[in-house]
């Protein structure tokens, strides 16, 4: 199938994107990547009345890494994300993403802001309680990634907000583990694992609607309990729903197994 007709408007400033978008009353798309909204364009799912083209906006494709931090603007591919080595986890979750034409195109404001329960670049935001940076019609607002991803597929964003960059704190010590079927596929289960500012973190994707953080897991870990303990605590909080990739009781396991990998891979991988 084709997408339906819709007008095209290749915006020069995020202003005139939000204004586009304002204008459009909820009957308008931000293009990006396209990775995630041309298909549903073609399948017909969505059929907006005007597509806004942010790609050739100056400025929203930088990396510039800050105190403790690396601000990443929306359109950083995940090819270039994967390259940069000022945040190496995000680097390694970036290479798990897709295949190398999805990475040329995708970005990281499009994951965000299309927020798939089993996306990598969503659970590094949770885990890391990333900043994102929204500007809309009447102004500029900042979120953080828990409160913004609010359910499979949907967010905090207005119809005419975009997202301009996203704050994501460096951690000392970090892990990614994750398990799918072949390489490329989304993640049956990915767990991130961050160490930032002395507080060790745990994200999981792929088992819940939004990324899980898990509270018990994260309380037992600064402790310093076992790692089997915590992975337990992690395991026990996941809610995944079967399907054809595999059964519910399988990523309930995996869960915690998966874990297990990113705690062990925290003690190795290390930015101080
Ligand atoms: C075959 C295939 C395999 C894939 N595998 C994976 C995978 O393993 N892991 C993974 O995480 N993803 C995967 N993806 C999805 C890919 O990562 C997408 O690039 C990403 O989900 C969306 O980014 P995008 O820039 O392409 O956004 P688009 O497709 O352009 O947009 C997606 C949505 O976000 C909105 N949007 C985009 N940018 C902004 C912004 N700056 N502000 C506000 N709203 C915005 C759009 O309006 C749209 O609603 C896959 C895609 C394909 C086609």
Same mark, same amino acid.
């Given at each position: ?49 005007? =597509? ?5 906006? /100056?400025? $929203?494709?930088?990396? *510039?890494?800050?105190? &403790?931090? @690396?601000?990443?603007? #929306? ?94 704190? =460096? ?5 990614? /583990?994750? $398990?799918?079927?072949? *390489?490329?596929?989304? &993640?049956? @289960?990915?767990?991130? #694992? ?79």
């Amino acid at each position: 199938m084709k997408p339906a007709p819709f007008d095209y408007v290749r915006a020069r400033s995020v202003g005139q994107a939000a204004s586009t978008l304002a204008d459009a009353a909820g009957d308008g798309k931000i293009l990006a990547g396209g990775q995630s909204l041309l298909p549903v364009l073609a399948l017909r799912m969505a059929r907006p009345r005007v =597509l806004v083209d942010i790609n050739r906006i /100056a400025g $929203l494709a930088t990396v *510039h890494p800050t105190d &403790g931090m @690396v601000r990443m603007g #929306a359109l950083v591919r995940h090819s270039q994300l994967a390259e940069q080595r000022e945040h190496p986890l995000l680097a390694e979750a970036a290479r798990w993403i897709g295949h190398t034409a999805i990475r040329s195109r995708g970005t990281l404001g499009g994951s965000l802001a299309h927020a798939d329960p089993a996306a990598e670049l969503p659970t590094v935001a949770a885990a890391l309680d990333a900043t994102v940076h929204i500007t809309g019609p009447s102004g500029s607002r900042t979120t953080t990634a828990t409160e913004f991803l609010v359910g499979a597929l949907e967010t905090t964003l207005a119809d005419d907000e975009v997202i301009t960059a996203i704050d994501l704190p =460096l951690p000392t010590r970090w892990g990614f /583990a994750e $398990l799918s079927r072949r *390489h490329g596929d989304f &993640g049956l @289960v990915t767990v991130v #694992a961050a160490e930032v500012d002395g507080h060790r973190r745990i994200a999981i994707g792929g088992v819940g609607s939004v990324p899980l953080r898990p509270a018990e897991a994260e309380h037992l870990l600064n402790e310093d309990a076992p790692l089997a303990r915590v992975a337990a605590a992690a395991g026990a909080v996941a809610a995944p729903s079967g399907d054809l990739h595999a059964p519910a009781a399988y990523r309930q396991a995996m869960t915690e197994e998966f874990t297990r990998r990113a705690l062990a891979a925290m003690s190795t991988n290390s930015t101080a």
